[in-house]
Structure formats: C-alpha cells, structure tokens
C-alpha cells in the first residue's frame, strides 16, 4: 500500500494541501504533527503543541516522538495521505520508512516561507546562536537537498490552493 506523504519546508502549506486533497480524493488525512501532539498528550497527560513540546523535551526525544508518530501512520490498511513536519524526513529512519511511497514535496518561494513562519515567532528548531534569518537559510538548504532526495513529484505552491491540488491529482493519476 503506497500513501500519498507530503514533504516539504515548514509553512510551505503540506496540511493545507493535504486535507483539500484528501477531502477530494476522499481518503483520510493524517498531519503527522497533530499525531505528535495526540501521543504526547497521551504519554504526559498534557496537551502542547509542536512547539511546545520540542521546547520541553529537547529535538532529539521530539524526532524519536515524531518517527513513532510516523510509524502508526505508515500502518493504516488504506491509502492516506500523510504530511510531514519539516524535520520529518531528517532522521534516516524516516527516509528509509517513506521511500517507498509518493513523495510529494511542496515548496513556495524562500521569502514568503520566511514571513509566514515569523508571524508565529522564532520556531524551536531555529538556533539560539544565530539570526533567525541566517537559522532559517542554513536549514532550507540542509533540508532541500534531504527533500530533493526523496521526491517523486515537486510542487510549487505560490499560487492557488486549488491550483496546487489539481497540479498533484493529474501527476498521481
């Protein structure tokens, strides 16, 4: 069973794009992110977000949680669509649970993705020891190549959303 992953830089718009998808293909949607946040919850009896949690438990235990997310929703029986927290496809556990299915990356140009993850504040992935405009080039380039890596097809999405969900339906058909 092959799922339908998307990959891709944070605020590129993965969930965005994954649930319109999903809704028209009608196949569940899993944003591996809310995953994350539904096992933390679980095991520590608090309810935080992404942010939160990797802020609290440090970004190695927070990708340790994030690929046990990843491996339950590897198992679902039906075909799903699956987007990734941008650090997701980092860890070589990871690469090596997706690289069997579809692979789509999604990306938008740099300085839009930038602005739109500053609006929420500096993201806990972002070194403390630099500007967070110099963390976020040096990640973008790290993670490009890990991405480029990994893609079976690669979306630009600075235009519609509507535009972008038809671009990825007529390339998986």
């Not at 569940?28 to 995953?35: A, G, K, P, T």
């Not at 491996?71 to 496809?89: D, H, M, W, Y």
């Not at 990640?139 to 235009?159: C, E, F, P, Q």
């Amino acid at each position: 069973m092959k799922h339908l992953i998307l990959i891709g830089y944070k605020s590129v718009g993965k969930s965005a794009i994954g649930r319109e998808l999903a809704h028209e293909a009608k196949m569940q949607f899993i944003d591996l992110d809310e995953e994350v946040e539904k096992i933390y919850k679980k095991e520590h009896g608090v309810a935080r977000n992404c942010r939160q949690i990797m802020l609290t438990i440090g970004q190695d235990a927070f990708r340790e949680l994030e690929h046990k997310a990843l491996k339950i929703a590897l198992q679902n029986t039906s075909r799903c669509v699956i987007s990734l927290g941008g650090g997701t496809p980092l860890l070589v556990n990871n690469k090596t649970l997706i690289k069997d299915h579809t692979v789509v990356q999604i990306t938008a140009p740099k300085n839009i993705v930038f602005e739109r993850i500053m609006i929420n504040g500096k993201p806990a992935f972002f070194s403390d020891d630099e500007h967070p405009l110099m963390s976020f080039n040096r990640t973008w380039d790290d993670r490009a190549m890990v991405y480029d890596a990994l893609t079976s097809i690669k979306i630009d999405n600075s235009g519609s959303l509507d535009e972008a969900v038809r671009i990825i339906r007529e390339k998986i058909n």
